[in-house]
């Protein structure tokens, strides 16, 4: 800088805005086997991709549930300060008390971004599951599309074969339909995954529209 | 004596690395005492956002100097008929009330103007009117007031110089976010009219900095309420003051918008807006009345 020049100016020290995402994933004995193995190393390629982009590796906060029974195995953390759990198949699959369980996770975590005064993006829950509910999934499916309604978050819902779809039809969003995986490519979707925080979390759109997605090639919409 | 501004842009790092345009766009004019200013940050989601931007703030500034002309015609023709017009009992709280108002109805024609512009180019074009969405801030300012609207994020600070040092410098306008960070209303927005922002702040102010969002982080303090952070505006406001022609002398600028120490903190799109009045020494203290302002202001907009 030339003598006499001001120096720069110095930055205000704001916290990083917050793009949190709920991993909501099935383990139950169903998915034993190459399944639980293949989701596995889906859930690292997700750590490994969102780790190679500078800003989501600030902002993306993610956090793993698991069912059943529901357990959080990951709390709320940013990519640097979280692992990817290694998930166990088990026992059964309840689907409503699982959505539940990540509806009350993400409107805590909201309160604590605010009490904090910590900005964030709208929030994603990622279900994925290969069974069919086997406890009352009527009250989740009400609020997941309230919510969605409510642009409270967005819910994506993705079967693995043997997935019960018709169910998962009636709790995702009428404008979100649940995908079926192909095969066991868990990856290339946490790789999606992982794209489409890393485009959220650097984005900036009107209230009344939503951000384009990369296109979904590990999956398809069954009608 | 007057005016002096300087006003740049740098595409973000982001936007550099998927080889897109800077959607940032900003513009301004002096004439006599009177500055006008507008920036425009193109939506990142909107294709054409860069043309929509352009279009944005060249309409306001358009629409603002026809105004001013106009006034200023009839200021010539008809010197003394605007005082007759206002009853005599209003009080000094409700001046600025109806100065508000006035100053309101100008910004909703300058955004009905503007919307007008690009409905016509997005059907000459072929594009969607949401292909051109940016948001908008713009500015009228002399030395004794400044009127503002703003649509979307971004920021419009003044020097304040008769506060305290901690606090000498003032937001005018809240950036517009939803519940979600990433989320703002745009120009072309449906409810653009209804969230523009509109202020009327009489006061001798001499520092004016605007920027788009690409800044908003490191300006001000986002967590206690939108708080400029002085040492922040301190080096710009000191820069533009001591610089006689700062258009021509942009090296300080252009090399802080463009330092790898920005860039870290910020990937978007960047445009910073300052100027600055030089007041004669000799001219009276900083500390004109508050009705002499509201005198000045009523002949400029009634």
Same mark, same amino acid.
Not at chain 1, 10 to 39: K, Q, T, Y
Not at chain 2, 93 to 119: D, M, Y
């Given at each position: 800088?030339?003598?006499?020049?001001?120096?720069?100016?110095?930055?205000?020290?704001?916290?990083?805005?917050?793009?949190?995402?709920?991993?909501?994933?099935?383990?139950?004995?169903?998915?034993?086997?190459?399944?639980?193995?293949?989701?596995?190393?889906?859930?690292?390629?997700?750590?490994?991709?969102?780790?190679?982009?500078?800003?989501?590796?600030?902002?993306?906060?993610?956090?793993?549930?698991?069912?059943?029974?529901?357990?959080?195995?990951?709390?709320?953390?940013?990519?640097?300060?979280?692992?990817?759990?290694?998930?166990?198949?088990?026992?059964?699959?309840?689907?409503?008390?699982?959505?539940?369980?990540?509806?009350?996770?993400?409107?805590?975590?909201?309160?604590?971004?605010?009490?904090?005064?910590?900005?964030?993006?709208?929030?994603?829950?990622?279900?994925?599951?290969?069974?069919?509910?086997?406890?009352?999934?009527?009250?989740?499916?009400?609020?997941?599309?309230?919510?969605?309604?409510?642009?409270k978050h967005l819910f994506f819902a993705v079967g693995v074969e043997g997935a019960d779809m018709d169910t998962?039809?009636?709790?995702?969003?009428?404008?979100?339909?649940?995908?079926?995986?192909?095969?066991?490519?868990?990856?290339?979707?946490?790789?999606?995954?992982?794209?489409?925080?890393?485009?959220?979390?650097?984005?900036?759109?009107?209230?009344?529209?939503?951000?384009?997605?990369?296109?979904?090639?590990?999956?398809?919409?069954?009608? | 004596?007057?005016?002096?501004?300087?006003?740049?842009?740098?595409?973000?790092?982001?936007?550099?690395?998927?080889?897109?345009?800077?959607?940032?766009?900003?513009?301004?004019?002096?004439?006599?005492?009177?500055?006008?200013?507008?920036?425009?940050?193109?939506?990142?989601?909107?294709?054409?956002?860069?043309?929509?931007?352009?279009?944005?703030?060249?309409?306001?500034?358009?629409?603002?100097?026809?105004?001013?002309?106009?006034?200023?015609?009839?200021?010539?023709?008809?010197?003394?008929?605007?005082?007759?017009?206002?009853?005599?009992?209003?009080?000094?709280?409700?001046?600025?009330?109806?100065?508000?108002?006035?100053?309101?109805?100008?910004?909703?024609?300058?955004?009905k103007k503007i919307i007008i512009s690009l409905e016509k180019y997005a059907v000459e074009a072929g594009y969607s009117l949401n292909d051109l969405a940016s948001t908008l801030l713009?500015?009228?300012?002399?030395?004794?007031?400044?009127?503002?609207?703003?649509?979307?994020?971004?920021?419009?600070?003044?020097?304040?110089?008769?506060?305290?040092?901690?606090?000498?410098?003032?937001?005018?306008?809240?950036?517009?976010?939803?519940?979600?960070?990433?989320?703002?209303?745009?120009?072309?927005?449906?409810?653009?009219?209804?969230?523009?922002?509109?202020?009327?702040?009489?006061?001798?102010?001499?520092?004016?900095?605007? +920027?788009?969002?690409?800044? =908003? @982080?490191?300006?001000?303090? *986002?967590?206690?309420?939108?708080?400029?952070?002085?040492? &922040? %505006?301190?080096?710009?406001?000191?820069?533009?003051?001591?610089?006689?022609?700062?258009?021509?002398?942009?090296?300080?600028?252009? +090399?802080?918008?463009?330092? =790898? @120490?920005?860039?870290?903190? *910020?990937?978007?799109?960047?445009?910073?807006?300052?100027? &600055? %009045?030089?007041?004669?020494?000799?001219?009276?203290?900083?500390?004109?009345?508050?009705?002499?302002?509201?005198?000045?202001?009523?002949?400029?907009?009634?």
């Amino acid at each position: 800088m030339p003598v006499g020049q001001p120096e720069f100016p110095e930055f205000a020290d704001n916290p990083e805005p917050r793009c949190p995402v709920v991993l909501l994933l099935d383990a139950s004995g169903s998915m034993s086997g190459e399944p639980i193995n293949e989701l596995n190393q889906g859930i690292n390629a997700f750590w490994q991709s969102v780790k190679q982009d500078a800003l989501a590796t600030l902002r993306v906060e993610v956090a793993v549930v698991k069912f059943g029974p529901v357990r959080l195995v990951q709390d709320f953390g940013t990519i640097v300060q979280t692992k990817p759990p290694k998930l166990e198949a088990e026992s059964d699959t309840p689907l409503g008390a699982a959505i539940e369980y990540a509806l009350d996770l993400l409107e805590t975590r909201k309160e604590s971004y605010k009490a904090s005064s910590i900005q964030y993006y709208r929030p994603w829950i990622f279900l994925v599951t290969d069974g069919a509910p086997t406890d009352d999934w009527q009250n989740a499916a009400t609020r997941v599309r309230q919510a969605e309604t409510d642009r409270k978050h967005l819910f994506f819902a993705v079967g693995v074969e043997g997935a019960d779809m018709d169910t998962l039809k009636q709790i995702a969003p009428s404008q979100r339909p649940p995908l079926m995986l192909k095969g066991l490519d868990f990856k290339s979707m946490f790789e999606w995954l992982s794209a489409s925080m890393k485009r959220v979390s650097a984005s900036r759109v009107g209230t009344e529209e939503q951000i384009s997605l990369p296109p979904v090639g590990w999956g398809e919409i069954q009608t | 004596m007057g005016w002096k501004a300087i006003l740049r842009s740098s595409i973000g790092t982001s936007h550099q690395q998927r080889e897109m345009l800077c959607q940032d766009y900003g513009n301004y004019e002096i004439f006599d005492q009177v500055l006008v200013a507008a920036i425009a940050d193109g939506a990142g989601s909107a294709k054409y956002a860069d043309i929509g931007a352009k279009l944005a703030a060249d309409t306001a500034i358009l629409h603002l100097r026809k105004l001013y002309l106009r006034w200023f015609k009839r200021q010539k023709h008809q010197k003394h008929r605007f005082p007759e017009n206002l009853h005599l009992d209003i009080s000094e709280h409700n001046l600025e009330e109806i100065l508000g108002a006035k100053v309101r109805k100008i910004f909703q024609k300058t955004l009905k103007k503007i919307i007008i512009s690009l409905e016509k180019y997005a059907v000459e074009a072929g594009y969607s009117l949401n292909d051109l969405a940016s948001t908008l801030l713009v500015f009228v300012a002399t030395e004794q007031w400044i009127a503002a609207m703003q649509i979307g994020d971004g920021f419009i600070v003044i020097g304040v110089p008769e506060k305290s040092p901690e606090k000498n410098y003032q937001i005018l306008f809240q950036p517009d976010k939803g519940e979600f960070v990433n989320e703002t209303t745009f120009v072309t927005s449906e409810n653009a009219l209804n969230q523009m922002q509109v202020c009327f702040f009489s006061g001798s102010q001499s520092f004016i900095c605007a +920027a788009t969002d690409g800044l =908003e @982080r490191v300006a001000i303090i *986002t967590r206690a309420n939108w708080i400029p952070y002085p040492p &922040f %505006f301190q080096p710009l406001e000191k820069y533009i003051q001591e610089t006689n022609n700062p258009e021509e002398e942009d090296t300080y600028i252009l +090399a802080f918008l463009n330092s =790898e @120490r920005l860039n870290a903190k *910020t990937d978007d799109d960047k445009t910073l807006f300052l100027c &600055f %009045f030089d007041r004669p020494s000799e001219a009276k203290s900083t500390e004109s009345s508050f009705l002499d302002c509201l005198k000045l202001a009523k002949q400029k907009f009634l």
